[in-house]
């Protein structure tokens, strides 16, 4: 799932260069944020479909924008790992 989680950060990376310690920060914040920190090393087919969405939310955190615009897919979640 951090490699999911780390596609976030991929717009970021200048061409030819690898992720640096930042990135690897914010993917790790971003977990944190929606409680998935501990399934950070889980394999993303393993995860249910709940989790499965949240790790999409722990990916748009891990952009670093500071708006969202969250659609339906996200009306079913948790207030606890949708509250930033």
């Given at each position: 799932m951090w490699?999911?989680?780390m596609m976030g950060?991929?717009?970021r990376y200048e061409p030819g260069c690898a992720?640096?310690?930042?990135?690897h920060r914010l993917c790790a914040e971003s977990l944190e944020r929606v409680d998935l920190?501990?399934?950070?090393i889980a394999r993303f087919?393993?995860?249910s479909s709940v989790s499965a969405s949240v790790a999409f939310l722990a990916r748009a955190l891990a952009q670093g924008h500071a708006v969202m615009l969250l659609?339906?897919?996200f009306a079913g979640q948790s207030t606890s790992a949708?509250?930033?």
């Open positions: 490699q999911r989680v950060r991929y717009g992720s640096r310690p930042s990135d920190g501990p399934c950070a087919g393993e995860l659609d339906e897919p949708l509250r930033t």
